[in-house]
């Protein structure tokens, strides 16, 4: 370190989270874009200012925008793999992950108004839908066609099916005994509550819709 430089010795490095994306990045193998997707956890060196030295900033801004896109373009080879599988519960998270990333690309709300209707939360795809609607009023722009062609499509969906459980993504398998219990339970005039418990990730909110 000096006056105007800052570097780094790579021999002095144990790891660094950017190198490790670079390696996995190019390859086009499920667990290596799982791994490149999970490195992908904020901007580049977040939280670093320095209000008196334009030069860097300028420099850190093109960096943020090229980590950017990296991370975008990972994500959006992930979530067309999930898609593909298909496995759209695990589509979704990355679906939410690209509209944080990229808050103005219509394509990443259209996205989330499919999976969401798919999964029958209809709810949280209206949500998404006034989003998209306060985004583009802050760019003083109106809804694209497709896109107000889509949630019509959702609200004509939603219609078919009222209620407000969500539609299961994946096909539920096993807890035979304890839906025979469940249903037992919900017959008897007596039974005023049903409380599931257990550890996270069980699976208590599917068994209990």
Aim: contains cysteine.
């Amino acid at each position: 370190i000096d006056y105007h430089t800052v570097q780094f010795n790579p021999a002095f490095l144990g790891h660094s989270d950017l190198t490790r994306f670079e390696g996995l990045c190019w390859r086009t193998d499920v667990d290596a874009l799982q791994e490149c997707a999970a490195l992908c956890r904020g901007e580049f060196v977040e939280g670093v200012i320095l209000d008196d030295c334009p030069v860097f900033e300028t420099w850190l801004t093109a960096e943020r925008e090229t980590w950017r896109r990296k991370a975008a373009d990972v994500l959006e080879r992930l979530l067309q793999h999930y898609l593909a599988t298909p496995r759209f519960d695990l589509a979704l998270e990355v679906a939410w992950r690209l509209l944080r990333m990229e808050p103005w690309q219509e394509t990443h709300y259209q996205r989330l108004l499919v999976l969401l209707s798919r999964s029958g939360n209809f709810g949280l795809a209206t949500k998404v839908y006034r989003r998209y609607l306060a985004m583009i009023a802050d760019l003083n722009v109106e809804p694209s066609n497709e896109m107000s062609a889509l949630y019509e499509r959702v609200c004509r969906t939603r219609a078919r099916h009222p209620g407000n459980l969500p539609q299961g993504l994946t096909p539920f398998v096993g807890r035979g005994h304890e839906l025979a219990l469940l249903a037992r339970y919900l017959a008897d005039p007596a039974c005023r509550l049903i409380c599931l418990s257990g550890p996270g990730g069980i699976g208590k909110t599917r068994l209990a819709v």
